[in-house]
């Protein structure tokens, strides 16, 4: 066993040199925290922040239209007509649906 170990260089029969060595090893790959699941978080936070970003615009856009369907009635009247059909006595309604591209008709 002596034999062995005076082939292998100063530094890799050291103890600390070892301890170290396994201490990276465990944390690098065997841990429940490794660096592949924290690769793997830090991206999923990148796409949270980005569904994050696109929702806080959306609900910008959906607090400024309320607001104008609260305090505007031809907003109002307009919203329902786009969004419900909805139309005044004595109107006719005509809805006209387009045709999808890849319709073969």
Known sequence: MNRILSHLPSFLRNKYFISFA???VVMLFLDKNDVFTQFDRHKELRSLQQSKSWYTTQLAAERKELEA???NPATLEKYAREKY??????EDLFIISEKPDNAKN
């Open 85 to 90: 059909f909805m139309k005044k006595d004595g």
């Open 69 to 71: 369907l609260r305090n």
């Open 22 to 24: 396994a201490f990276c």
